[in-house]
């Protein structure tokens, strides 16, 4: 999974954050760090051993024209002896005269999942991004850029490595809806598109984010997240879906 709809979800929560810092020039920092330890087993002689952790950090910094953003995340889990999910990514993304009602952005991106035999996935890209609406609690904007990307897969049934490198459109629409001070909304849709030439067929990727942020404090917030993707047509035999929903605590500084 490449995280787009993740990604741009964190971003929309920086942003909601300066918005209602009401500043021109800040810097904003979010970071999640999680460990999990389980030992528990139906017999003695068949222990059950589970280990993981999980971190993540969103910065962010406006000046009076543009923003520069770096956001990573990774997440481990170890059952026995086995790894059982093994996935994270690193996003860089520059967002020129943000302020205007057309504006410019460029990306970077390295991402890995070692469970589905993604590793890594390289891809680098810019688009324009139109805002379509402004008003005191919502925002909607459209972007419409390219990207080209690189992907490193290991096939699940025969240990092949398959490598392929592709064009691509990216185009998203995000909103934000403030329900009140305390309450935040926001949602983004991305759709990609790239043409496999080796087979002649395009390939399409569909993915989201939807967020529900619940202010409790200066520094605490409440999160609930859900994110998906879906690809047509993988380039090795793996789940087309996939989604994952989180809820927890966001500190910010």
Known sequence: MSQPGEVSGQILNIERERMQRDTTKAWMVNGTIGLRLYNRSAAADSPVDMFGYNAGINAVYFSERHSYAAIGHLDYLKINENDFLNFGYMHLRSHFLYQNNISLEIFAQVSYDNFRGLDPRALAGAGIRKRLLDTKRSTLHLGVGALAEGEWWEHPETGESVNVRYIKTTNYLSFRYSVNDFV??????????????????????????????????????????????????????????????????????
């Open 184 to 253: 935040d909304f926001n949602a983004i849709g991305y759709y990609q598109l790239g043409y496999d030439r080796d087979l002649s067929v395009p390939r399409h990727r569909t993915s989201g984010n939807i967020n529900l942020n619940t202010k409790l404090s200066r520094y605490f917030s409440w999160t609930n997240s859900f994110e998906f993707s879906y690809e047509d047509k993988p380039i090795v035999p793996i789940t087309r879906f996939i989604f994952h929903f989180k809820t927890g605590l966001t500190i910010s500084i």
